[in-house]
Each structure stands twice: as structure tokens, then as C-alpha cells.
């Protein structure tokens, strides 16, 4: 690798990882009985380059083997104890003490998952949740941890009386005053957020005929119109997570960020169950990940709320009930190898596997409001690269990719794709640096900032990635306009 390759490298890696954008982290579930050692999980995710990881327990062995990895843990008090904490603070003053306090800050935990989808517990919990909710962070306030560690619950979408369209998005009647509105305002007093279960594999299974898997996966598609709102969707999470938005704001909490605490593909299904296979669940974590961290991650309606993801799962669990897909959510099989290819980290060689998004020439790419993304949190510079405040964003090379790669690419985007590329022939103001990937990512950014700046459409198999800071290569600045 050259000189001027090595510094292009850095300088676009630092320029991405840099920013405050959304967050990636994984659910560790343990329903299994083959699975490896925490130790070793801890590896693993260390090694993927996996920073934050939700758990549903506070198991110790875990925990303790979490402790100086420097990997952000949420811990889960399970829903069996959720009366007990309800009842009793002294209770809830014990848990926190020997299942927080007790491994805190060896361990970075920075959040507790008070019960999980308890709305849709066949034990009727509900009352329960704002009262436990309450007591732990009562316990957290005599220890002097509740600014470190927040207090949420996840909810599931059944929580919502309508989700469709989004703009008509509602609490269940059952639910919105006595249960949300209290939970919201305790979230909004503790400057916690709202946890949300999403997954868009079940709408799809149940609606294959009227939602285009596309939308789905987040693959180029012509979008769907809220017809309430008049704006445009382009992937199906966002709907969801935005039918959730508009129901906070019925309730006038517009200010309560949101986490969504699990989402996922299955690998494999029962034969009803449509959609399930690898080559859906590669694109759709795939693309997700690739969407989160590029910085592309607010949603139409909160297009300047970045989202942090917490995907399902870690593991293939086998002992889970239910159909076959239950039991292949894992990205990872018990004995560590990847179930499909899918990278953690920006810039890392992503994966252009079956479930890509590639770069066909389909319509619908210029995703609703993605240029007005927050992207421009971070102040921190790296030699010609500077923060952006207005919101623009930039399509680069991904140099890990590999000449191979990025010259395909790049052929496509100078020919097929229409991209401008008369600044980097032969004798041209931008040809030098004469390297593919100074070249490639003139071109790829000519074709990203054509097309509207959707986030899929700077992604080339892998080949490139989205920054939100101005590239300078050689002498010739990146534009920001098409």
C-alpha cells in the first residue's frame, strides 16, 4: 500500500468513525444449550468489532467475563421478578446492588431493561412495569449511578393500536394514558429513551403479496407515501419505528429519543413462513449496519434522530419454541463461523454478498429527507478533512475493498451509472492522484450526490461508504452537489 493510499485509508476511516451517528450492538440471548463460553463470546465480539451488547439476564459469568473488554452492556431485570420490584423498593435496592452496582464500572453497564415486552406477558404485568421501573431507579439514584446507567423497557409493536400509515401511528387505548404517557415522562425526567422491538420480517411473512421485500431489506425500491404526512418511505423499519414516533407525539413527547432494542432476519423458516432464508437476513442485517453507520440513519419523520440498533441475535439459540425461525436469528452458529457475511464495523470490507444492495439503476433511491441527517455532531478533524455543519454528505472509496472491486465499480459508475467523471481523465484538473481509489471515489461520489444521496445509493457492493465530513484528495475538493 502506498503512501498516498495509507493516508486516503485513515483519513476516510477517522472521517467516518468520528461522527456521533446511530450505533450498532447485538442481543445476546443464552436459550441454547451448545453455545461457547462467555469468555470466548466476548472474544468473538471483540474480534467483529462489536461495541455495545444487550443481554436478558445479568447472568455473573457473563458479566464478569465482560468486565475491562470496554464493550457497553445492557442488562435485563427478567419479567418472573418484575411484581417483586414493583412491590418492594428494598427489593429493587438489593437487585441493583448485587446485579449492577457489584459489577459496575468494571463492567460498563449502561443500561437496565426493566422487563421485556411486558405488554404482551400472558401473565397480565402491565401494572407492574411503571412501579418497578420506578424502584430501580430509586436504587440507582442512592448509589449515585443514575446519570451512568439508564432505565428503559422494551415494547413490542403490539403496543400500537394502528401503525399504518405511519402518520396514523397510536397507543392502544388500554395503554396510552394509564401505561405510556407516565413511562414517557418518567423516560423524558431520567433523560432515558424508549426501547422498541421492530421487526419488518413479520409484516412482510404476514403481507408478502403487498409489501415489496425490497422495501423490506432496504434495497432500492420507489417508495411508499404516507398519505397523512405526504412524506416518503423507503424501508419498512422506518415506518415502523416512525408509526411509534407519531403515537409519543400524540402524547407530547416528541423529545424521547428511540432505541430499538431488537431487530433481526431469520436465516431459515418453517415453509409458511416467507422470507426466511439467508440470503433476506444477509441483506437486511447487511444493510442495516451499512445504513446505522454511514450516518444515513434518521427516519423520515425524525430525520435529525440518529438510531442506535441493537440486532437480534448474537446466536442461533436451539432450544427456543415456536416455529423454525425462532431458533435462526443468529448471525453466528454456536461454533463461531458466520452464518452469512456480514460485517459490524464501516469500511471493513463489507460484504457484497447475495443480499446486497449492488447498484442496480432501479427507481425510488433518493430516501426521504437523507440529506438532512444529523451528521455533523462531531468536531474532530483529520488532516484535510473538516466537520460539515450543513448536513451534506459525501460517497468515498471503500480502499478495503480491493482494486478488483473498485475498478468495477468504478466502471459501472462512469458508464452505466451517468456518474461525471471528465475531472479524472488523462490531463484533466482532478487525474492526479493517478490511483483507482482517488478516481473511484470522485466517480462515486458524482453518481451518490445524482441520485439524491439515498444511502443505498453509495454502497457499490462494498465499495464505498458515506462520510459526513468534506474529502480533499490531492488538490480537488469533493462537491457536495450533483
Known amino acids: 500500500m502506498g503512501p498516498f493510499t495509507l493516508s ?100 460498563q453497564i449502561q443500561a437496565i431493561a426493566v422487563g421485556n415486552e411486558v405488554f404482551v406477558n400472558p401473565k397480565n404485568l402491565t401494572s407492574y412495569l411503571l412501579p418497578a421501573m420506578t424502584n430501580v431507579q430509586a436504587a440507582l439514584v442512592k448509589l449515585n449511578l443514575d446519570k451512568a446507567i439508564k432505565v428503559s423497557s422494551p415494547i413490542a409493536l403490539t403496543a400500537l393500536q394502528s401503525s399504518y400509515p405511519p402518520s396514523a401511528g397510536a397507543f392502544r387505548s388500554d395503554l396510552a394514558q394509564p401505561v405510556m404517557k407516565p413511562m414517557l415522562d418518567f423516560l423524558r ?41 405526504g412524506l416518503k418511505y423507503y424501508s419498512l423499519l422506518d415506518a415502523q419505528i416512525d408509526a411509534v414516533a407519531y403515537a409519543m407525539s400524540a402524547l407530547n413527547y416528541n423529545d424521547v429519543h428511540i432505541v430499538i432494542s431488537e431487530t433481526g432476519w431469520p436465516s431459515k423458516g418453517d415453509a409458511t413462513e416467507t422470507g426466511a432464508n439467508a440470503n433476506n437476513a444477509a441483506a437486511y442485517n447487511g444493510n442495516l449496519i451499512r445504513r446505522v453507520l454511514s450516518g444515513n440513519c434518521g427516519t423520515p419523520k425524525r430525520p435529525q434522530d440518529d438510531i442506535d440498533v441493537y440486532l437480534f441475535a448474537l446466536f442461533n439459540e436451539n432450544q427456543k419454541p415456536g416455529p423454525t425461525s425462532e431458533r435462526n436469528y443468529g448471525m453466528f452458529y454456536p461454533n463461531q463461523q458466520k452464518v452469512y457475511d456480514v460485517e459490524f464495523v464501516l469500511g471493513s470490507g463489507a460484504s457484497s454478498g447475495k443480499g446486497d444492495m449492488g447498484w442496480q439503476e432501479d427507481g425510488g433511491r433518493g430516501g426521504s429527507n437523507s440529506n438532512s441527517t444529523s451528521n455533523n455532531k462531531s468536531n474532530i478533524g483529520s488532516g484535510n478533512v473538516r466537520s ?44 492526479e492522484p493517478n490511483t483507482i481509489e482517488a478516481h473511484a471515489s470522485h466517480a462515486f461520489n458524482s453518481y451518490y450526490q445524482k441520485k439524491g444521496r439515498g444511502f443505498w445509493t453509495c454502497d457499490f457492493g ?17 462537491p457536495s452537489t450533483a
Do not use: H
Open 388 to 431: 460539515s455543519s450543513t448536513g451534506e454528505t459525501w460517497c468515498v472509496a471503500n480502499v478495503m475493498a480491493g482494486k478488483e472491486k473498485l475498478q468495477k465499480a468504478l466502471d459501472f459508475a462512469c458508464g452505466e451509472g451517468g456518474a461525471d467523471c471528465k475531472a479524472i481523465q488523462p490531463g484533466a484538473g482532478c487525474f
Open 189 to 229: 425526567q431520567t433523560g432515558s429513551y424508549l426501547m422498541v422491538n421492530a421487526y419488518p420480517f413479520f409484516a412482510y411473512e404476514a403481507n408478502a403479496n403487498d409489501i415489496s421485500l425490497d422495501y423490506a431489506l432496504f434495497r432500492p425500491n420507489a417508495g411508499v407515501v404516507d398519505p397523512g404526512s
Open 462 to 478: 462494498g465499495a464505498a461508504y458515506v462520510v459526513n465530513r468534506p474529502p480533499k484528495i490531492g488538490n480537488c475538493a469533493l
Open 8 to 107: 486516503f485509508l485513515l483519513s476516510f476511516l477517522l472521517s467516518a468513525s468520528s461522527s456521533e451517528g446511530g450505533s450498532i450492538g447485538i442481543n445476546y440471548g443464552r436459550v441454547a444449550n451448545n453455545l461457547p463460553s462467555a469468555s470466548t463470546v466476548v472474544q468473538l465480539l471483540k474480534t467483529n468489532g462489536v461495541t455495545q451488547v444487550k443481554l436478558y439476564d445479568t447472568d455473573p459469568t457473563v458479566l464478569k467475563s465482560l468486565a475491562g473488554s470496554r464493550i457497553k452492556v445492557t442488562v435485563a431485570l427478567p419479567n418472573e421478578i418484575l411484581s417483586a420490584t414493583a412491590a418492594r423498593a428494598s427489593f429493587a435496592a438489593s437487585w441493583v446492588q448485587s446485579n449492577v452496582a457489584a459489577f459496575y464500572p468494571s463492567t
